[in-house]
Structures are given as C-alpha cells and as structure tokens.
C-alpha cells in the first residue's frame, strides 16, 4: 500500500480547490481534529463492547456479478462481516442490484437501478430471522419510463439539516428528495443546483450528458456536498456544493462516495484504487493511499474502491475487481485506512456463500440500528428462501513493513447443509414485441369554412412506443380518450401497420371490439360459424364448441335472431365467448367487458383468470380502474400517443388517477414529462 503526501500545490491532475473546500465547511469545520467532523449517526454507529474493544459497525450493500444476486450486509471492525442477507430481486424492473443504501433510526432505504426500498429493522432478530424486512418499494414513473433499462439511481442519503432523504438519479441527472416514508417531495437537476457548470438541456448542441452522481454527504455544519464522476461526459469528475452549487473540486479521477472527517474531507477513485484526504486548514497536510501491490501490478489486475464510511478510528471502504475470469479474482475485502496517515491498516476477507461468489461491496454506510450482536461464533446468512450458517470473514493484521494486502483466492465457505437451488423467477417467451413504432393518420382540416378549403394534415397517433408482452402477462392499456388506446389494439392485433419502427408477432391473436367482426344481417348462431372460422376453427369444432358458447353468452333464444337486434351487451358476450372458446395466445379486449351486468363481468374475469392460468396472454383496453387493478398484472399509460409508464398496476394506476382529476397539477410535478408530451 502507497501512502504519502500530496501536496496542495500539484499541478497535476486531479488538483483541488482547497480554498474553496475551506470556504464551505467554515471556520469551525476544521477545528478539533480528532473527531469534530464525526457525525451524531457515526457515533451511534460505533462503541466499545463489553470488553472494552472499540467497535464499529456498518451496513453495506454488495453484487454477485457471477450469480447476479444482490445482499444488504452488516460489518462490524471486531468480526468482519457479521450478516448477509440475499435479496429476492427476480421481479426488478432492471437490473437486480441494490446500490446506494442509508440507514435512519429502525429503518434502511437501499436504492436499485428504478427503485427506493425502504426496510424496517428487526430490533431483536433470532437465528434464521431476517434483519431487514421491506416495507415498500418507490418506483417513480419518470424512473421508467420509455425504452431506458434503468433510472440509474445510486446513492441515498438522509440530510439532517433538511430531514429528508436525498436520492441521485443519474438518467434525469437529478436529485430525488424524499420525506423519510417514502414521499416525493421534490427534483432539483444538476443543471439548476449548477448552472454555471452545467448546460439545461434544451439549450445542449450536439450529445448531452451530465455525468454520475456517485456520492452525497454532508459537513458538520450541515451543508451537503454531491460527488459527480464523468461531469459533462469528460474524463474526470467534481464535488459540487447542493445548496451554494460551487464548484468545490475538480479534475478528480472517477471519484466515489465523500466523507468529512478529523479535519480532512476524504474521497475514493474507483479506478485507480486511491483514497485521497484533503484538508479543510490552512497549512494541513493532504494525503493518498492507493489499493496497490507488485503482486497486483504483476498479474495485470485492476482493483477498485467503492464504498466510504469511517469514524476517527478507521476509514473503511469495499475492495474487488471486476474481472470476469475466475483466475483473475481477487477475494473481495472491506480495507481499513488510518485516518490520520493513510495507511492502510487491516483487511477484512468476505466470505463466499453457495450462489453468492465474489460479492463486491458498492456502497458502506453507518449501521444506527441497536441490534443485539450475535451470540455464537457463526454470524447469519438469510437468503430469500431459509437461513444458511456461514463463517465468521477472517480478520487479517497488515504489517507496518508490508502495507498492500495479499492476493488469495477466494475463500468458499461451507455450509452445515448444501443450500437448496432456487428457481428463479422468469418471464414467459415472447408474444408480441413492438419496436419504436409511431404510427400517423391523415385528417381533414377545414381552413376556410366559407370557401370550404380542406388540408389534409397528419395526426399522429403513437409516438416512439416500445414493449414487449409476453406468455402469461394481463396487460391493461389506460389513458384518456384520444389517447391511443383503440390503434395500439389493432396494431398489435395486425389490423393496422405502423409508419415507422416494427411489430413481431408469435401466436395466434384475436381482437375483440364492439361492433367489429359481425355481420348484422346474420343471426347471433351463423355469426358464430363465421366468426369461428375467422379464427382458425372448422365446423366439426365450432358444433363440439356450439352449446358452450351459447350457454357462456346467455344469449338463449336470441341466438337464432339477427344480430341487429341485439344490444350491445349481448354482442360482447357473444363474441368474447367465441374468441375465448378457442382460447387465442393473445386475446385483445378493447372495452368488451365494459358492457353486460355484474353477473357476466364476473364470469368473464374468472376465464380471464383461467387463461392467465395457461400460460395465454391478454390485452385489456378499458377505462375501468377497478378491473384494471383486479385483472392486470402489468399496465402501459398512454398518453397523446406517447407510452408514459410501463409498469405494477400498484405503480402505475395511482399516478394515471391523479393525473387524470388535475392533468395542469401532476404535468407541473412532472416538467420533463410535460415537455415531452407538448413536443
């Protein structure tokens, strides 16, 4: 390990601001070296046990890369890695990886790709009980919306000067403010917390980018600082005052996290495996301690830091790499760094677990919790199926003379009984997947009504909208009329090709809509044989199937009769008791079941059910919130042809209910939804 002195004056780069560092925390900020920049939250964090040892405890999050699973961790300086806990991520909307986490009292908020989970803290946790039980999941609608794979939201931290939680969310290069359950307060975007250093985006010639909000943390005099990576898509990032938007660092390499202590504010380089301390005093001494070994150097290994937490004792911070070749892994370790020299001082191995090899530490934070330690010499493991027992991560001394740790493999922890495979939950195959596809009409506008002008102009119905539905899905389509609702139905049904973009199909796909598909000459029974053999169907099938049909429409005796005379209840039953008969790969329902009485919608939900139940897929168009919450296990919002959430019906329908009592109210929330909609 290389620690050593930087001096305030090096010109090269990665060079700071220090005077304007100074300027931010104030004059007290540097005083009482020794512990003065040390949380109230750190000190909770930490204390002597019985023996007198001091200890420090932190929570962490960290990813299998190998086995692509997620844990939320607590870590204490005596034992090392004291809990795990393996998350059940199978149904995120990205990628299952948990993030940025904060804890605040008996409650933990961890941030994925597109969601906030807040979790409460079993006080008094026994063997194989979880610590950290989810309470809800916050899934914004700008957070997924149109085609990106994640909001890439990272780091989370509680503001004590502002009591609230402030998340980053680098996809609207925003930062997300948060009451403590969980409430969206308010967005500030990086180019209103800096407009001097940042361009609104309206006004950004050629490719915009702000960069990576990577870290948040705040001074002791309660200012909040945000860590920016790739500022403005260059190769270096800055640290950037929240409430003055000052430029306080610049030119650091790929920084991670931020920590003010013992008169240093302390930051990692991800890419180069460096802490760097700077200091907040005229005349103090800045240092750096780079995560490097001739052992690493020679085997041609990157190592990088990610994670920042400490107290006056101790920094501690994650170490890995992120080699995909099992002979170039490095076991991943939490690093302890001495806070007034740099040196790196301990390491702690993380153990590996079945289904859980090489996990990475992304993000340290303090653990405020007071939960009793565990009583044994094995700490717990909690996966999302039972609890499994693993070893205690060994705590290794690093010798003055030799300050870079060794490289050993990976130690794979055995376990008292082989952990049962889990099947993972997966989506059904394919159905139909629709590609960017915008499709326009042409209509008529009167210019001059006294010469009786007319201008064919083009009204374009949906815009640049993508999804895939596949086997077993409920899909509700909502929005407001005009919206795009009936043209999405007949392009996936294939009654309608789009202008641009593209629509695969597998499977056999009906579409129901009222007044489409009958003849009105022909009576309720030969529009079932037609109808039928539409679909695919012979009359061998159609007269096994006849009395089914029939009997699902009560229809009775009118079955003989013209189908003009029927109301429009009893078409629907009639043709949703054709199209379900056969029971299609995908069956669209355009508004059919918002006709007929409560005894029918009933039955028709229950074969709804029964379909899902056999691995089809159905479409429903209707403005029936209650039937969308009851039926659909996803919903897509569309408005003025634009896909505006794809998501949980729990997601979706509350925000398109209260978009649809104030429209002005919830667009003024949503700036940048509005501005996309208008365009």
Not at 152 to 165: E, F, I, N, P
Not at 444 to 456: K, N, P
Request: hydrophobic residues 40%.
């Amino acid at each position: 390990m290389d620690h050593r002195g930087v001096s305030p004056g090096d010109s090269r780069r990665g060079d700071v601001r220090l005077a304007a560092v100074r300027r931010a925390v104030g004059a007290g900020a540097a005083a009482g070296a020794g512990g003065a920049a040390v949380s109230a939250a750190v000190q909770q964090s930490n204390r002597e046990d019985a023996l007198g040892v001091y200890v420090a405890r932190f929570v962490l999050s960290l990813h299998s890369e190998f086995d692509n699973k997620s844990a939320i961790g607590v870590f204490d300086s005596e034992q090392g890695l004291q809990y795990l806990q393996i998350e059940d991520l199978s149904n995120s909307l990205s990628q299952p990886q948990l993030r940025g986490l904060c804890c605040v009292g008996n409650r933990l908020y961890v941030t994925t790709p597109s969601s906030l989970r807040i979790y409460t803290i079993e006080p008094s946790p026994v063997a194989g009980q979880a610590w950290f039980r989810l309470l809800r999941e916050v899934v914004l609608p700008e957070w997924v919306l149109d085609k990106r794979p994640d909001a890439g939201l990272l780091a989370v931290h509680h503001a004590t000067s502002k009591g609230r939680l402030l998340v980053a969310c680098n996809a609207l290069a925003s930062i997300e403010e948060f009451d403590l359950e969980g409430e969206f307060l308010g967005r500030r975007h990086l180019w209103q917390i800096a407009p001097q250093h940042f361009q609104v985006p309206a006004k950004v010639s050629g490719k915009s980018g702000f960069g990576h909000i990577r870290g948040i943390c705040e001074n002791p005099a309660g200012e909040l600082f945000l860590t920016v990576a790739f500022r403005n898509w260059s190769d270096t990032g800055s640290v950037i005052g929240y409430d003055s938007g000052e430029l306080l660092l610049d030119q650091l390499e790929t920084p991670h996290s931020g920590l003010f202590l013992d008169g240093r504010y302390f930051v990692l380089d991800v890419q180069r495996g460096s802490l760097l301390g700077l200091p907040l005093s005229a005349g103090g001494e800045a240092l750096q301690a780079k995560a490097t070994s001739q052992s690493f150097a020679a085997r041609g290994l990157k190592i990088n830091l990610r994670g920042l937490a400490g107290d006056g004792e101790g920094l501690y911070a994650g170490f890995f790499n992120f080699e995909k070749d099992e002979k170039k892994k490095v076991a991943s370790q939490i690093v302890r760094f001495d806070p007034r020299s740099g040196a790196q001082d301990k390491l702690y191995l993380l153990p590996e677990v079945a289904g859980f090899r090489f996990p990475a530490p992304f993000y340290l934070s303090p653990f405020t919790a007071d939960i009793c330690r565990v009583v044994g010499d094995l700490p717990l493991l909690v996966d999302a199926t039972r609890p499994q027992p693993c070893l205690t991560s060994p705590v290794v001394e690093v010798p003055r003379a030799e300050l870079s740790p060794p490289v050993v493999a990976a130690p794979v922890v055995p376990t008292q009984e082989q952990a049962p495979v889990r099947k993972e939950q997966s989506l059904g195959k394919p159905v139909i997947e629709v590609i960017d596809v915008s499709l326009s009409y042409r209509r008529g506008v009167r210019l001059h009504t006294w010469l009786r002008q007319r201008q064919d102009r083009d009204f374009r119905a949906l815009k640049g909208v993508s999804l895939t539905l596949r086997e077993g899905e409920v899909l509700g389509i909502v929005g407001r009329n005009g919206s795009g609702k009936s043209t999405m139905g007949m392009l996936l049904a294939g009654i309608l090709q789009p202008d641009l973009g593209s629509i695969q199909r597998h499977g056999r796909i009906q579409l129901l809509s009222l007044g489409i598909g009958f003849n009105n000459e022909l009576s309720g029974r030969d529009n079932v044989f037609v109808n039928a053999a539409l679909l695919g169907l012979s009359r061998r099938d159609v007269l096994q199937h006849l009395d089914e049909i029939i009997e699902f429409s009560e229809i009775g005796e009118f079955i003989d009769e013209p189908i003009r005379t029927y109301s429009a209840g009893m078409r629907s039953r009639l043709a949703f008791a054709i199209a379900t008969v056969i029971q299609p790969d995908v069956l669209i329902l355009d508004e059919v079941l918002s006709t007929g009485d409560d005894s029918f919608r009933r039955k028709a939900e229950a074969r709804m059910r029964e379909m899902k139940g056999k691995a089809k897929c159905v479409v429903m168009v209707s403005h029936s919130a209650g039937q969308i919450k009851k039926l659909c296990t996803r919903v897509v919002w569309l408005e003025r042809g634009h896909l505006v959430l794809d998501g949980r019906p729990r997601q979706v329908m509350p925000e398109y209910e209260a978009f649809c009592q104030n429209p002005e109210k919830w667009l003024r929330r949503h700036p940048n939804i509005s501005a996309r909609l208008q365009g």
